[in-house]
């Protein structure tokens, strides 16, 4: 059909819109020719889901430093734990999204704040601990003390969910703690796991 004009794909479209199970909706594309005009069809389909929105604490733009993640985003976090409170903070994303070199900056920012209120509250005996581990193709491994092999999680009627035999070392100062990071770092398995690293240093700090 040489020198016959061709009708544009996108008109010969026909969008057939229906609900899905998932809530989205399921369009259903009907080409009813191909380029030389011939009566084929293509079914085609696609998901269309419905936009979603989510609310966040605080935003943080590229230009933005590690230091003021920490001050806004963490650090009240990372000094709740002096009071007794459980923390956590960790970093989620797509790879070399800036994880690790995040954690970076908020963990030495983090320990120095904590040594600092040490330093400040004579009037109180702190024992700060520290253990760290490494999830890794799911085996769980103790950074501080790679000669255990795999560790088990037992779930202990008293505090809940435990690592067995998880080395947890006394920190003497805050060299000692550095010293500690940087055993783990040479510790661990995976090149970009260094975020479970950090991410599951855990400070206990009592009375
Ligand atoms: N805020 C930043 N300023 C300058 N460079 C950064 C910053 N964040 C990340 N980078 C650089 O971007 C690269 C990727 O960062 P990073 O390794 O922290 O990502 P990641 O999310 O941990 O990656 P992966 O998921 O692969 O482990 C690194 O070279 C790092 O130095």
């Known amino acids: 059909m040489v020198g016959t004009p061709v009708t544009p794909a996108s008109k010969m479209i026909q969008r057939t819109p ?25 079914e085609r389909t696609s998901i269309e889901r419905p936009a979603t929105s989510y609310k966040f604490d605080k935003v943080f733009d590229p230009s933005c430093s590690t230091l003021k993640v920490y001050e806004e985003g963490a650090k009240n976090v990372a000094l709740s734990a002096l009071t007794g409170i459980n923390t956590t903070i960790f970093a989620y994303g797509q790879t070399s999204s800036g994880k690790t070199y995040t954690m970076r900056g908020i963990t030495e920012n983090a320990v120095t704040d904590i040594f600092e209120h040490i330093k400040n509250t004579q009037e109180r005996a702190f024992v700060l601990k520290v253990s760290a581990l490494e999830i890794y193709n799911e085996s769980v491994i103790d950074l501080l003390n790679r000669e255990s092999g795999h560790l088990r999680l037992l779930d202990d009627p008293e505090r809940g969910i435990i690592v067995e035999k998880l080395v947890e070392e006394v920190v003497k100062d805050i060299n000692h703690l550095r010293h500690l990071i940087g055993i783990c770092e040479g510790s661990r398995l995976c090149i970009n796991s260094l975020e479970f690293c950090f991410n599951f240093v855990m400070l206990c700090i009592q009375e």
Request: aromatic share 4%; hydrophobic share 10%.
């Open 18 to 42: 229906s609900t899905t199970p998932g809530g989205g909706t399921r369009v259903r594309e009907e080409d009813s020719s191909n380029s030389y005009g011939s009566a084929i069809k293509q």
